[in-house]
T-cell receptor
Framework: QKEVEQNSGPLSVPEGAIASLNCTYS??????FFWYRQYSGKSPELIMF????GDKEDGRFTAQLNKASQYVSLLIRDSQPSDSATYLC??????????FGAGTRLTVKP | DADVTQTPRNRITKTGKRIMLECSQT?????MYWYRQDPGLGLRLIYY???????NKGEISDGYSVSRQAQAKFSLSLESAIPNQTALYFC????????????????FGDGTRLSIL
């Protein structure tokens, strides 16, 4: 079992829709969770982090964390073509280095 | 100017050559990391350094070595390059002295695309 799992996609949504990206992790003791956006050929860019169960909103982005289910998600409201990218989920286990998922490729169609 | 600068941005070389990738940062962060990224495998940690005298192996350190020449500089070497080391390489930094868990996010350089023939 991979430490951080994401559906590789591609996930395709129409412009203006809600994009839902999901991530599961294996280390139950993990306390810190991050979402990075990576455009093709570019470096990962941090867009959200969440430490507590529940929802955290920042503009059009909402991160959701459920530690009991070992599940973290990212919702993008009013999706725009400029949101088309690969989204990386990262998890910081206790006493270990950051672990990254392989990423979900999102395409927003005009 | 980029806060985390990687050089070169692209490199093509032959099997058996020694290669050095360099990373410098102006963020004042104490921690630095080297990752490689392969299609479908995500980012995998090669080495990391918490300060100049602290170097640690990551998930996939075999075939690589590093040097932390100063707090702001962290270089990655491939002593004898092989084709399966063809990948996109990223340097990242973080600041352990930031308050609470805000010290954990990592900030990435623009990457080095390395091709070994």
């Amino acid at each position: 079992q991979k430490e951080v799992e994401q559906n590789s996609g591609p996930l395709s949504v129409p412009e203006g829709a809600i994009a839902s990206l999901n991530c599961t992790y294996s280390d139950r003791g993990s306390q810190s969770f991050f979402w990075y956006r990576q455009y093709s050929g570019k470096s990962p860019e941090l867009i959200m982090f969440i430490y507590s169960n529940g929802d955290k909103e920042d503009g059009r982005f909402t991160a959701q964390l459920n530690k009991a289910s070992q599940y973290v998600s990212l919702l993008i409201r009013d999706s725009q073509p400029s949101d088309s990218a690969t989204y990386l989920c990262a998890v910081k286990p206790p006493n270990n280095d950051m672990r990254f998922g392989a990423g979900t490729r999102l395409t927003v169609k005009p | 100017d980029a806060d985390v600068t990687q050089t070169p941005r692209n490199r093509i070389t032959k099997t058996g050559k020694r290669i050095m990738l360099e990373c410098s940062q102006t963020k004042g962060h104490d921690r630095m990391y080297w990752y490689r990224q392969d299609p479908g495998l995500g980012l995998r940690l090669i080495y990391y350094s918490f300060d100049v005298k602290d170097i640690n192996k990551g998930e996939i350190s075999d075939g690589y070595s590093v040097s932390r020449q100063a707090q702001a500089k962290f270089s990655l070497s491939l002593e004898s390059a092989i084709p399966n080391q063809t990948a996109l390489y990223f340097c990242a930094t973080s600041d352990s002295r930031a308050p609470g868990r805000s010290n954990q996010p990592q900030h990435f350089g623009d990457g080095t695309r390395l091709s070994i023939l």
